[in-house]
């Protein structure tokens, strides 16, 4: 398969990064097409562990290219911390192109998105305050400003001036907050440019290239399905298209090019965040995953809510992706219980429904059905490197996981390690 999308099935922390970059040393290209640095990859190389933002997974090969789209927001200051993060640990950055279509994230983004949240009140959708949504808006209004603008400095600075200006005006009427310092943005963000110009390129070009080239193509998803902004629990969710639809507007590709989608699924659900969750935890059970799993988040810290697999979801997002293979991740966080639960349905009304609601009225309303399986044992699941030597009951599991998704189990992962990751078909 010379084109394949990695993307979550769920409220996104499925763990996209380890497997990005375990399929990554097939690939050539790796693509992130949506989001910004409100991503958070961590992923585990030998030793070491490295923490994403923006940059793609694949950047840990020195001979593939690491892309970040047009679909993708971008905060130069982030991407030049995160530059310099990975080149003090001693890995090279010179494999990175960037769109030039690409929108750019500005301080006067991340300043509204804070004032936004604060004025939400216990309204709040749980923004990372990164400045994501506004800019998503401005590029919607038709008043952002992309990387291609960094090649003429003049007008860059005209458009940036009008921008901050206009914002500065939001800021002190609508708020009531301090103004941005107008000069010493100019000033930041004309040195940001110089510096990132020699990463930014016309991407679409290069990826339509390499496919016709038949050279691997291998997309990478930010966030996940529920978080989409038409499909996702609205209005708690990302400002962009996790989903594999996202991938073409998203990298300048056609939608016939893309001929894979692999959906990565927690063997539990969590979320972070605001929102209806059916499946979640609030008991000792919930700590125990969240503890077990480290469920944290790798952008913010917080802690992420736990729950039971949801396969209601699961099913929801096979259909709306298209998924032809699933990556089950964290398998081992579930070791040592002695019963496990999946949902399979949801009780509305005396009823049992089985397709996810648009309103999150109706989500709120509804309560899982589960369906009882037998657990193993931490034990049984040390040291285990291969699918056939997995505890009965975990492959029993997995079995049931296959058949409410209608989509195979193709990659189970029972650590964070590239070793401790089993390939059941070749996807790429």
Not at 17 to 28: C, V
Not at 72 to 99: C, F, H, M, Q, W
Not at 170 to 176: E, G, L, N
Not at 307 to 320: C, E, Q
Request: glycine letters at 10%; proline letters at 4%; hydrophobic letters at 35%.
């Amino acid at each position: 398969m010379s084109t394949l999308v990695v993307l979550g099935a769920q409220w996104g922390d499925e763990g996209k990064g380890k497997i990005t970059d375990y399929l990554a040393e097939e690939a050539d290209l790796v693509v992130r097409y949506q989001g910004g640095d409100n991503a958070g990859h961590t992923v585990e190389v030998g030793d070491n562990k490295y923490k994403l933002h923006l940059i793609p997974s694949g950047i840990f090969y020195k001979d593939k290219l690491s892309i970040i789209g047009n679909g993708v927001v971008v905060n130069p200051k982030a991407l030049l911390e995160e530059i310099k993060y990975l080149n003090e640990l001693g890995v090279s950055t010179d494999n990175l192109r960037i769109s030039d279509r690409a929108h750019m994230i500005l301080p006067y983004h991340i300043r509204i998105d804070q004032l936004e949240e604060k004025k939400r009140g216990k309204d709040k959708i749980g923004t990372t305050t990164k400045g994501i949504g506004p800019c998503y808006k401005d590029k919607v209004e038709r008043i952002g400003i992309r990387l291609c603008d960094l090649f003429y400095e003049e007008e860059f600075e005209e458009r940036l001036r009008r921008n901050i200006r206009l914002k500065n005006e939001i800021i002190q009427k609508v708020y009531q907050e301090e103004v941005l310092n107008e000069e010493e943005i100019i000033k930041e963000y004309i040195s940001y440019g110089r510096q990132i110009k020699k990463y930014i390129v016309d991407t679409s070009v290069l990826i339509n290239e390499s496919i016709e080239q038949g050279k691997k193509v291998l997309f990478e998803g930010a966030q996940g399905t529920l978080l989409d902004i038409d499909f996702g629990t609205y209005p708690y969710l990302t400002s962009s298209h996790p989903i594999s639809g996202g991938v073409p507007v998203g990298t300048g590709i056609s939608p016939f090019q893309l001929k894979g989608a692999l959906g990565v699924v927690k063997a539990y659900t969590t979320r972070v965040g605001e929102g209806p969750f059916p499946t979640e935890l609030l008991d000792e059970t919930g700590d125990l995953i969240r503890e077990k799993g480290f469920e944290f988040g790798t952008t913010t810290g917080r802690p992420r809510r736990c729950g039971w697999l949801d396969g209601v979801m699961l099913k929801y997002a096979s259909r709306l992706n298209g998924l032809t293979s699933l990556a089950i991740t964290k398998l081992d966080t579930l070791a040592g219980f002695d019963k496990l639960k999946i949902c399979t349905g949801y009780e509305l009304n005396g009823e049992i429904i089985r397709d996810f609601p648009a309103s999150l009225t109706t989500l709120g309303k509804c309560s899982p059905v589960y369906e009882e399986l037998d657990g193993w044992s931490e034990e049984e699941i040390l040291g285990v490197t291969s699918f056939d030597q997995l505890p009965e009951n975990a492959k029993k599991y997995i079995q049931r996981i296959e058949e409410l998704s209608g989509v195979n189990v193709d990659i189970v992962s029972i650590g964070p390690k590239r070793s401790e990751t089993m390939i059941r078909r070749d996807i790429l």
